[in-house]
């Protein structure tokens, strides 16, 4: 069997999906021919210009393409990446998918059109190309109905979710004809290349994403009349609090379109006769009314919510009264039940505090629960043979935290089903002799089988590293970290602080898995399963000793941090950190420092601390002026290296991508790596410890050989920072940073350039620093970050 590769991909449709599936594809470096239908018509600007019909055959694609690209935040990973994607139009460019590997149709949702399409299609793909569907709503088998046997054997559904960059999920849906070799291998293409949780459904109607999510929003729908709750309220219990994205219920409703919304509750009302909750999809009154009225959530610029210019003409956000179906301010709803629970940071914890609720909140999250958990019993083996692949789509498709199987097990299963009997739900009866649907042994998790009634491992998860699971293996912890034994004699360290700062606790705990991996282990890989790596130094602490003028005790953090991250660069053993979402400040000087970085494709990461008045004190300006000291070379005057390396500090930038990362200099080319899917990052770091340490590791020497330009340097920064000042696009605090800053990454006063230490710089990194403590500008910036998480422009 010949070895499949995608050269190259062809997308046929350009709507909203098409141009985003387009842009991922090139966003990781796939050519792509996207096509649409040409005009029919002209417009009356392109009349007035006296264009003709064949001018502007590629009008409908190019405004398409145009419109996603507009999108924030953005289809793909660098701007660069767009000129991957060529566009055309089915008249003149169909005979090009001859030279595709793979054929995406994302056409509208009509079986005839689709199929029409098909018959094109097929005088001009070549044997053996791979031929998906994106649809949603029609089953797969009967796409590729009259089409010939090699179409067929390699067509099958391939269920993106939207928008594609950013929602994991990838739905896989063959056809009894689809050959197995195809289904596997867009298994592991999505996961590897697309960075996907690729899920094989069964072609039953709205697959296993849809079917469950929109149930939980149409339940939501009844339980929220029945209790007389209203939208807001019902955002505020179903968001972040239960391990939900932040757009809740009615937001994401408002995002993913109403309509789109009551298509898909309809389809599955029409399509499954014996679904037992097929009353809980029927559409309220209210609902049917928003449609009628248009109101159909962003893309009318109306749903649920609604944006307005108020008096003062700032933007406002109003909320929907579905009693008079007037637009009203929003209401922040309080119960004791949320009050008690928002303080636990586990989610598991507060999951279990939740459901214990004795107020109106209280028995929401009991109904919400019972109901979505009988509701899962009954789709197996219906949807799917495994539990696990409905846990995984919910995760990957919906954004939830945790899945609904695992959300049961946290509650405990006999115990939720003797509560949800006595509440009048009925779960399936295969679910009477479970005690846990999931368990872990030897780091390794298995999954309840109801086909064998016994416990399986998931399969492909030897790729994953779940630092949870090493819980069984852990080496040392304090209250903020934990060390894990990773197998093959490498170490993960991860912590768990707010939003994962880096204070006391957590410099102990790098320092202690280093001193630990050096006397008897391969290797470290520094990593966390937390929304985001972290985002920086503990700003509290820098405030509070700042305030109090505790300039010792301040002097001495920062060292210490100082030392840490030098410890990362110079230890006996290979550290590996492997950074996701955000990874700032102190975060980012750590993965600087490292020996490699694995990062997930959507890390964002930068140095920010001039936003808040200071300057990176952790190694993070003593490292940019070491590697603009590394990037000069003959052919380029010596300050624009530097000049690059400064304003990228200077203006706080962080990369929207790991790939951007690249280009600001703080990922290395041919050196990091970026691994498109987030959950294999740690193995992919664990490999990389393994690999330096079989090529014979040895610990880098410090560094005595860094070139600074000193006055010349200084005077090429300082005219850049007054030109920025004059122009009004800096403060004049801000200029006082930006000299600190430039003073630091010249090396101070030199009459010439001169070869100076790491630690030379990082003496001077350090002084700077502690002198822009003390200044009350800084300080007002620290209190408003603290308070309100954005530092105040003074």
Same mark, same amino acid.
């Given at each position: ?28 470096? *796939? ?29 409908? *694609? ?141 072609? %039953? ?43 809740? %219920? ?185 005690? %846990? ?138 550290? *590996? ?11 980012? #000087? ?47 005057? #010596?300050?624009? %290296? ?153």
């Amino acid at each position: 069997m010949h070895k499949r590769i995608i050269r190259k991909v062809a997308v046929l449709g350009s709507g909203v999906m098409g141009s985003r599936i387009a842009c991922h594809f090139a966003g990781i470096g *796939v050519p792509v021919l996207l096509l649409d239908i040409a005009p029919t018509a002209l417009t009356p600007e392109e009349q007035a210009k006296g264009l003709t019909l064949d001018k502007v055959k590629n009008r409908i *694609v190019n405004s398409a393409l145009e419109a996603t690209l507009k999108a924030n935040p953005s289809p793909v990973y660098t701007k660069e990446a767009v000129t991957l994607i060529k566009t055309g139009n089915f008249e003149d460019n169909l005979k090009e998918v001859a030279g595709a590997d793979w054929i995406i149709e994302v056409v509208v949702e009509r079986l005839d059109i689709k199929q029409t399409l098909y018959e094109k299609v097929e005088q001009f793909r070549k044997p053996g190309t791979l031929i998906t569907s994106n649809t949603s709503g029609i089953p797969i088998h009967l796409l590729a109905q009259g089409r010939s046997e090699d179409f067929k054997k390699h067509f099958c559904g391939t269920h993106f979710f939207n928008p594609p960059r950013y929602l994991r999920l990838l739905e896989i849906i063959p056809t009894p004809d689809t050959d197995p070799e195809v289904t596997n291998f867009l298994t592991e293409y999505g996961d590897v290349y697309l960075g996907k949780t690729t899920v094989l459904c069964k072609d %039953t109607p709205a697959f296993i994403a849809n079917r469950i999510g929109v149930y939980g929003i149409m339940a939501i729908f009844h339980l929220m009349e029945k209790l007389g709750l209203d939208i807001d309220t019902v955002d505020a219990l179903t968001g972040p609090v239960i391990g939900r994205p932040k757009s809740a %219920t009615f937001r994401t409703a408002d995002v993913v379109g109403i309509d789109t919304l009551v298509n898909v509750a309809k389809g599955v009302a029409e399509h499954c006769p014996k679904d037992e909750a097929r009353a809980v999809f029927e559409i309220p009154a209210w609902l049917q009314k928003m449609v009628d009225n248009k109101w159909l959530g962003d893309k009318t610029k109306q749903g649920f919510f609604k944006k307005i210019k108020n008096e003062k003409g700032e933007s406002e956000i109003l909320t929907l009264d579905l009693k008079t179906f007037e637009y009203g301010p929003r209401q922040k709803p309080k119960f004791a039940t949320l009050e008690t629970a928002k303080p636990i940071d586990d989610l598991r914890k507060r999951l279990v505090a939740l459901v214990k609720g004795t107020d109106k909140a209280g028995e929401f999250y009991r109904h919400f629960h019972y109901g979505l958990f009988a509701y899962i019993s009954h789709r197996l083996p219906e949807i799917s043979d495994e539990l696990y692949r409905i846990d995984d789509a919910m995760m990957a498709g919906f954004g939830w935290e945790i899945g609904a199987f695992e959300s049961w097990d946290v509650l405990g299963v006999q115990t939720t089903i003797n509560e949800m009997k006595k509440a009048g739900y009925a779960p399936a009866a295969w679910v009477e002799n479970v005690d %846990t649907f999931y368990k872990v042994e030897n780091g390794k998790r298995l999954f309840y089988d109801i086909a064998t009634k016994t416990y399986k491992p998931i399969p492909g998860a030897e790729s994953f590293i779940v630092l949870r699971n090493f819980e069984q293996q852990t080496v040392w912890s304090n209250s903020a970290c934990r060390l894990y034994h990773l197998g093959d004699d490498v170490l993960g360290l991860e912590w768990s602080t707010k939003m994962n700062s880096i204070g006391g606790e957590v410099i102990e705990g790098i320092q202690k898995s280093i001193a630990l991996a050096e006397e008897k282990y391969k290797g470290l890989v520094i990593a966390n399963e937390g929304p985001n790596f972290s985002v920086g130094a503990n700003v509290g602490m820098i405030f509070m000793l700042a305030v109090e003028q505790d300039f010792d005790e301040l002097d001495l953090a920062i060292r210490t941090f100082q030392n840490t991250v030098m410890r990362v660069r110079h230890s006996g053993i290979p550290v *590996v950190i492997a950074p996701h979402g955000m990874t700032l400040g102190g975060g980012c #000087e750590m993965s600087l420092h490292a020996d490699k970085v694995c990062a997930s494709a959507e890390t964002y990461i930068g140095l920010v601390e001039l936003g808040v008045g200071l300057i990176p004190g952790g190694g993070g300006s003593k490292e940019f002026a070491l590697r603009a000291s590394d990037d000069m070379h003959e052919d380029e005057p #010596e300050t624009i %290296t530097l000049k690059n390396r400064f304003f990228t500090i200077g203006t706080a930038k962080v990369s929207t991508s790991a790939q951007e990362a690249y280009g600001l200099g703080i990922l290395r080319k041919g050196h990091d790596e970026v691994v498109m899917n987030q959950g294999r990052r740690i193995s992919e770091a664990k490999r990389a410890v393994l690999d330096l340490y079989d090529a014979g590791y040895t610990t880098p020497a410090p560094r005595k050989d860094i070139k600074v330009l000193g006055k010349m340097g200084l005077g090429m920064l300082y005219t850049g920072i007054n030109g920025m000042f004059r122009g009004n696009y800096i403060s004049e605090h801000d200029v006082k940073i930006a000299h600190k800053l430039a003073w630091v990454m010249c090396g101070g006063d030199l009459s010439e350039p001169t070869l100076v230490s790491e630690q030379y710089l990082l003496d001077l990194e350090r002084e700077a620093f502690l002198s822009l403590a003390g200044e009350k500008k800084t300080l007002e910036r620290l209190q408003s970050v603290l308070k309100g998480g954005k530092p105040v422009r003074n």
